[in-house]
């Protein structure tokens, strides 16, 4: 299908926030997008700070590389009397995503954008998703690339991220507690999993349905915005879905 803009979605992110940038899709590639359709101005190939997304585009693929080696076991304590990999995967970012970094690269023996890059954003062409300059600096990538990982965990593909990890990770794993979580993705309406406060993506294998989103106003002024595209991109597949079951 050739990509196009959908303008009543467009009509209403750009309203709500000028500066934000979205696309959505499915496993075979782009649908629609803000920087699409004849005349439209492309905005696909801009880099934007992600840092948020950094635990599922970074650290969470490439534990699934570890795992798939067998060089990582999810269930096995960190330490003596201390956490699983499981537990920190199912704790809010802030809680376990630190001790995640230094497992990551204590067991490949690089920063982790560096075992990414590798492991995960040169083999799916995310060739400009990379901190920026400088020492700590942010990660950041074109929302060319965000779809690209998207499109890659609905595809039939098998690397370098395998099926059942994405199909472990999207799954409520946390049992009873609340919030329920699956392997760091947080499980909405609809069948989709989401990841993201400011920059945010969303995928539902159910529906074959991908969505990214990066705000232009900040991450404090960009809740509303968020829940408006969700149901903007999802609510109409879900009910069509349904519809089909039910003929």
Not at 153 to 159: E, G, Q, R, V
Not at 224 to 243: H, K, Q, Y
């Amino acid at each position: 299908m050739t990509p196009h803009r959908d303008e009543p979605l467009y009509a209403k992110v750009s309203s709500a926030d000028p500066g934000a940038v979205w696309a959505l899709g499915g496993p075979e590639g782009l649908l629609a997008g803000s920087g699409t359709g004849s005349g439209a101005s492309t905005d696909a190939d801009a880099v934007h700070d992600v840092a948020g997304l950094a635990p599922v585009l970074a650290v969470w693929p490439v534990i699934g590389c570890l795992v798939a080696r067998g060089e990582l076991s999810l269930h096995t304590p960190l330490t003596p009397h201390g956490p699983t990999t499981h537990q920190l995967l199912t704790r809010g970012a802030a809680d376990g995503l630190p001790d995640l970094v230094r497992l990551v690269e204590g067991l490949c023996g690089a920063p982790v954008a560096d075992c990414a890059a590798e492991l995960v954003w040169r083999p799916l062409g995310m060739t400009r998703t990379a901190p920026g300059p400088g020492p700590d600096a942010p990660l950041r990538a074109p929302l060319a690339d965000l779809g690209r990982f998207l499109v890659h965990l609905l595809s039939p593909a098998d690397h370098p991220v395998t099926r059942a990890w994405t199909a472990e990770s999207l799954r409520i794993r946390t049992g009873e507690l609340t919030p329920a979580r699956g392997l760091l993705w947080h499980p909405g309406p609809y069948g989709v999993w989401s990841y993201g406060d400011g920059p945010s993506l969303w995928i539902s294998p159910r529906l074959n349905r991908w969505a990214a989103l990066v705000p232009g106003r900040g991450d404090a002024d960009s809740a509303a915005l968020r829940t408006a595209f969700r149901e903007a991109v999802f609510a109409g597949a879900a009910a069509e879905a349904a519809a089909v079951v039910r003929s």
